[in-house]
């Protein structure tokens, strides 16, 4: 899956990358989702959304996209992990793991943090924040289902190399 994150460019500026990014997704049939934004969701007619804990709540964001539409939402304890898949989450992100330069994050909630999500929902688990080939595995065994980066693939000399590596590793 693709997540479009572009917290900086205007809304048109953000929808026509949307619109660029979902085509090169479907041609590859890879679903697309965008980063906190609702309304570019919709407009680019995007899979669905991703959301911040700043972000509107999942119940909201359903009755805008849908019951097909993905969405997901980024939590750091199971307690959020439970109150997100009841309002209707396709999938919950748990970090950050480790630390990262991507984002400034709050708290780190480590591997465990992962088990104690997973042992609370049905939902598929993703762990975000700070993993790569070294760490991959070890978040896979904590109860992962899935793993979402950005550095491990985008600062890689091999992007594509990098991507098949870890996806093969997640399999």
């Known amino acids: 899956m693709v997540q479009l994150r572009a917290k900086e460019l205007t809304w048109p500026e953000f929808l026509n990358l949307a619109a660029k990014v ?7 049939g ?36 849908g019951k097909r539409s993905i969405i997901g939402r980024t939590v750091r304890s199971a307690d959020e992990a439970v109150r ?10 748990v970090g950050s793991i480790y630390p990262t330069k991507t984002k400034r994050v709050p708290k780190i909630v480590g591997p465990s943090g992962i088990g104690r999500v997973r042992q609370k929902v049905k939902i598929p688990v993703v762990a975000i924040g700070g993993i ?22 985008a600062h890689a000399r091999n992007p594509f190399n990098a991507a098949s590596k870890l996806r093969k590793l997640i399999k």
Do not use: M, Q, W
Request: glycine share 8%.
């Open 132 to 153: 790569g080939l070294k760490n991959a595995r070890t978040v896979i065994r904590s109860g992962a289902d899935g793993i979402a980066v950005v550095s491990a693939i």
């Open 30 to 65: 890879v679903p697309f989702i965008v980063n906190d934004r609702i309304d570019i969701a919709l407009a680019s007619n995007a899979d669905g959304v991703h959301l911040g804990d700043s972000d509107t709540s999942v119940s909201v964001a359903r009755k805008v996209l």
């Open 84 to 93: 997100a898949e009841y309002e209707g989450a396709s999938y919950v992100s």
């Open 22 to 28: 979902k085509k090169l997704c479907r041609k590859y």
